[in-house]
Structures are given as C-alpha cells and as structure tokens.
C-alpha cells in the first residue's frame, strides 16, 4: 500500500476550513434559537417587551438629560465663582495701590528740586497735597511714598540746622517728587499762576523743575507692623467661630 504523503501547506489549510465550518455552523444554530425564541414569544409578551424597552429609553434619556442640566449648572456656577474671585481679587489689587502697599507705574510729573535752596517742610506738603487735589493717584518724595500716615517735619541735626524729614528721615538734596496721574492736569495744577509753584519762584527764590514724564516707578510704602490691635469679628464671623469649637 502506497504510504500518503501531505504538502506542509495541506495541513493550515485544512484547519483553517475546519475552523471557518465550525463558525458557520455556530452562527446558523444561535440565529435559529433567536429566531424561535422570538417566535414563540406571544404578541402580548411582544408589545410589553417593546414597552419596556421604550420605558427603559426614556428613563435613560431623563437621566442623561439631568446630568446635562446639572453639568450646566455647575458650569454657570463655576463660572460665576471665577468671576467673582477675579472682581475681588482687582479690588483687593486697587485697594493695595490706594493704600501704597504695592508698588505702582504709570504716567505724571516730576519735580525736581536742586542745590541748597531754602526750603520748609510745610511747601513739600503744600506740593504733595496739590499734586493730590490735582488727582495724582499716587506720589513720592526721593522714592518714599507719601501715604495718609505720612509725617513730613523738620529736625535739628549735631549743628543747629533744621532738616526736612519724612516719617523720621533725613531728605537730602536733590529732592525729587514723583506724582502719577494725567501728566497736563498735574502741571497745570503746580504751575498755574498764583499757585504753589509760582509763590515759591517770587517769594523764595525756589525754580522746581516740573517735567511731564510718559513713565515714572513709586515704590510701595514701608508700613509699620501692628502688635496690638486686632480686627472686631462680625457677628457671622463669630457665629463660624462657634460652630467651628463646637
């Protein structure tokens, strides 16, 4: 008997059309038990299959429908909460600037005051509060910002002579003052005649320098710790303080 011989690539493909018959096979009979399972389902079992499943879409679409809403919402009150951070953190920003406790930029005049002229510490005061009610938004004085606790005096040095001081500082020569606001309504108003400017050219012989500048730097203001004082809480702040030991 003549012994069979197989070709190396009899033997894939054989397994391969066993495989494929087998899958065949295996869908043909899972449609037939679909199909009878179906069939031998009644028109009643039927419609209420149909009904569920149209309550089951409905409900899926309620719930995906108030998952968006509340998505929505919570998007809106993100939003509104950034918004609100955003206002009280300018707020916060303007009210540093006001009070001198950051450093600020922009344009005004400078005044510039040289050589050993015969200058008393109520003019720099008439100068700074002129420059103020001229609207500078902020001003300073050889780069010490002059805030509402500004204490601008006079003190005896080792010989006698009277020197200028700021908040306790000896001013030296050449005085410089910085104002930051609208750079024509800040001139006009040290420079008008009869005013602040003029009375210090014909009365004591004093020429400041008064130049509009497109950028001028004020530094923040030193401000003094406090020790002792402490703020008075609301009454929803101590109401929270209450809860917050219970």
Same mark, same amino acid.
């Given at each position: 008997?003549?012994? @069979?011989?197989?070709?190396?690539?009899? %033997?894939?493909? $054989?397994?391969?059309? #066993?495989?494929?018959?087998?899958? %065949?096979?295996?869908?043909?009979?899972?449609?037939?038990? @679909?199909?009878?399972?179906?069939?031998?389902?009644?028109?009643?079992? +039927?419609?209420?299959?149909?009904?569920? #499943? =149209?309550?089951?879409?409905?409900?899926?679409?309620?719930?995906?429908? =108030? +998952?968006?809403?509340? +998505?929505? =919402?919570?998007?809106?009150?993100?939003?509104?909460?950034?918004?609100?951070?955003?206002?009280?953190?300018?707020? /916060?920003?303007?009210?540093?600037?006001?009070?001198?406790?950051?450093?600020?930029?922009?344009?005004?005049?400078?005044?510039? %005051?040289?050589?050993?002229?015969? +200058?008393?510490?109520?003019? @720099?005061?008439?100068?700074?509060?002129?420059?103020?009610?001229?609207?500078?938004?902020?001003?300073?004085?050889?780069?010490?910002? /002059?805030?509402?606790?500004?204490?601008?005096?006079?003190?005896?040095?080792?010989?006698?002579?009277?020197?200028?001081?700021?908040?306790?500082?000896?001013?030296?020569?050449?005085?410089?003052?910085?104002?930051?606001? *609208?750079?024509?309504?800040?001139?006009?108003?040290?420079?008008?005649?009869?005013?602040?400017?003029?009375?210090?050219?014909?009365?004591?012989? %004093?020429?400041? /320098?008064? *130049?509009?500048?497109?950028?001028?730097?004020?530094?923040?203001?030193?401000?003094?710790?406090?020790?002792?004082? $402490?703020?008075?809480?609301?009454?929803?702040?101590?109401?929270? /303080?209450?809860?917050?030991?219970?």
């Amino acid at each position: 008997m003549k012994k @069979l011989k197989f070709h190396s690539w009899q %033997i894939p493909l $054989t397994a391969t059309f #066993l495989i494929f018959g087998f899958l %065949i096979t295996t869908q043909y009979h899972t449609q037939v038990a @679909l199909s009878s399972a179906l069939e031998s389902q009644s028109a009643d079992d +039927l419609s209420m299959l149909v009904i569920s #499943l =149209s309550e089951k879409k409905d409900s899926v679409e309620a719930e995906l429908s =108030s +998952l968006q809403s509340d +998505l929505n =919402s919570i998007g809106e009150k993100t939003q509104a909460g950034q918004s609100l951070a955003v206002t009280l953190e300018n707020q /916060i920003k303007q009210l540093q600037m006001i009070n001198g406790t950051t450093a600020v930029q922009g344009p005004g005049v400078s005044v510039t %005051i040289t050589g050993d002229p015969h +200058l008393m510490y109520y003019d @720099l005061i008439d100068l700074a509060n002129e420059l103020f009610v001229s609207e500078a938004e902020a001003v300073s004085i050889n780069d010490i910002r /002059i805030k509402s606790t500004t204490l601008i005096s006079e003190e005896e040095d080792n010989y006698g002579n009277l020197d200028i001081t700021i908040d306790g500082k000896r001013l030296l020569s050449p005085i410089v003052i910085k104002a930051i606001g *609208k750079p024509d309504t800040l001139e006009t108003g040290l420079t008008f005649s009869g005013g602040i400017i003029n009375n210090l050219n014909v009365l004591y012989h %004093i020429y400041p /320098i008064v *130049k509009q500048e497109k950028s001028l730097h004020i530094p923040a203001a030193y401000i003094k710790p406090h020790y002792y004082m $402490t703020k008075i809480p609301t009454e929803t702040e101590k109401k929270q /303080i209450s809860t917050n030991k219970q």
